[in-house]
T-cell receptor, first 116, second 111 residues
């Protein structure tokens, strides 16, 4: 039973380029969350998605960031025109379709984005 | 004031010691409390998951929640060098809501 998959594991971009991060949730999970972790800081919530729906994007920067979770395929976190401050580890988590009320979230290995 | 406060450490203990990790929080809506372990450059791994106040034990790990004090703890008995990692407390109000994390406590268990 594969866990949450993220790719790429490492991504290097120059300022102004686009970054696309992918996340495949665990089998049987239809809830996907994206978090960002800056060096020496905890994880900060960005966005919560279900298939074809954004449920909560209160943690997403207003510009340049977008996320989707299409009917088929992985969830995508897209960062346009990256800046050095976007350098961080981006983690995806997923929750079971039928939760126990509080939704355990299981994390992927993360994508480490470096902006030169 | 942050919603969740956690001492970043680092905390160094000898092998075999009992480790106590703690978090305080301010949002009384939090109902579900979790502890994650994160090794360097890896994703967080869910260790313990508890609902409301009380204790939960799993092997060498015990999680305690005191909602009246807005205080949660993780105890590790007979600590091992392999327990060396960053421990993140996390919580939410339930119902697939976003999780709010502490900043993590870095633990080192010395052989």
């Amino acid at each position: 039973n594969a866990g949450v998959m993220q790719n790429p594991r490492h991504l290097v971009r120059r300022r102004g380029q686009e970054a696309r991060l992918r996340c495949s949730p665990m089998k049987g999970h239809s809830h996907v969350y994206w978090y960002r972790q800056l060096p020496e800081e905890g994880l900060k919530f960005m966005v919560y998605l279900q298939k074809e729906n954004i449920i909560d994007e209160s943690g997403m920067p207003k510009e340049r960031f977008s996320a989707e979770f299409p009917k088929e395929g992985p969830s995508i976190l897209r960062i346009q025109q990256v800046v050095r401050g976007d350098s961080a580890a981006y983690f995806c988590a997923s929750s079971p379709t039928s939760g126990r009320g509080g939704n355990e979230q299981f994390f992927g290995p993360g994508t480490r984005l470096t902006v030169l | 004031q942050k919603e969740v406060e956690q001492d970043p450490g680092p905390l160094s203990v000898p092998e075999g010691a009992i480790v106590s990790l703690n978090c305080t929080y301010s949002n009384s809506a939090f109902q579900y409390f979790m502890w994650y372990r994160q090794y360097s450059r890896k994703g967080p791994e869910l260790l313990m998951y508890t609902y409301s106040s009380g204790n939960k034990e799993d092997g060498r790990f015990t999680a305690q929640v005191d909602k009246s004090s807005k205080y949660i703890s993780l105890f590790i008995r007979d600590s091992q060098p392999s327990d060396s990692a960053t421990y993140l407390c996390a919580m939410n109000s339930g119902g697939y809501q976003k999780v709010t994390f502490g900043t993590g406590t870095k633990l080192q268990v010395i052989p």
